[in-house]
């Protein structure tokens, strides 16, 4: 299974919205309502930001969102701060019954 | 509140093998999926696979059949992975990871991994 595909960084000043891309197939992010997107600092684990596409789990702040296009999902972050300064990674369920990661992008707060 | 603790890093020589625990709290253990994902360093986060903690059946993902083995301990709600034979190239944290939503509600393991644990990083040299 072949990573979903993410652009290696992106960046934004303070206020700014950026938006990152998953560019995946019909047989994960085209397929299934199953995309998630993840924020990670270094030497820490992984932190849920959305799932079910566009669904936001408690306590996570109203300034991220996703949506999803035909085969590419995006995660937009509004209000850019400081402390967005991570690595974010998507996920989509398959059909081969699997998961699979995006490849990863690193936001820089300018 | 839900909580996944890990054991901590393990040294280990290649050939050998290392198991890894993630003790769960704060929820029903049986009703949900784990999950186990890798992240070599300076590298992306791979799904390594998920174990049902009702069933106890396991699905592996592409390029850890074999080596790579889930188990569970059901009345210490702990998940376990062991990893034998070891290669310089299984050097990486490995985390556990609560599937979402429940497998009462979807057996088959669609979702997300909605709580982590804090990793453990297994080191593989001579």
């Known amino acids: 299974q072949s990573p979903l595909i993410q652009p290696a960084s992106v960046s934004g000043s303070p206020g700014q919205s950026i938006t990152i891309s998953c560019t995946g197939t019909?047989?994960?992010?085209?397929?299934?309502?199953?995309v998630s997107w993840y924020q990670q600092y270094p030497g820490k684990a992984p932190k849920l930001l959305i799932y079910g596409v566009d669904d936001r789990p408690s306590g996570v702040s109203n300034r991220f969102s996703g949506s999803r296009s035909g085969n590419t999902a995006s995660l937009t972050i509004s209000g850019l701060q400081a402390e967005d300064e991570a690595d974010y990674y998507c996920s989509s369920y398959t059909s081969t019954n699997s998961y699979v990661f995006g490849t990863g992008t690193k936001v820089t707060v300018l | 509140q839900v909580q996944l603790v890990q054991s901590g890093s393990e040294l280990k020589k290649p050939g050998a093998s290392v198991k890894v625990s993630c003790k769960a709290s704060?929820?029903?253990?049986?009703?949900?999926?784990m999950s186990w994902v890798r992240q070599a360093p300076g590298q992306g986060l791979e799904w390594m696979g998920w174990i049902n903690a009702k069933t106890g059946n396991s699905t592996y993902g592409q390029g850890f059949t074999g080596r790579f083995v889930f188990s569970l301990d059901m009345s210490g709600s702990t998940a376990y992975l062991e990893i034998s034979s070891l290669k310089a190239e299984d050097t990486a944290v490995y985390y556990c990871?609560?599937?979402?939503?429940?497998?009462?509600?979807?057996?088959?393991?669609?979702?997300?991994?909605?709580?982590w644990g804090q990793g453990t990083l297994v080191t593989v040299s001579s």
């Open positions: 019909s047989s994960d992010v085209g397929g299934y309502n199953y």
């Open positions: 704060g929820y029903i253990f049986i009703n949900y999926g």
């Open positions: 990871a609560r599937l979402r939503p429940s497998i009462v509600v979807v057996p088959t393991g669609r979702g997300w991994f909605d709580s």
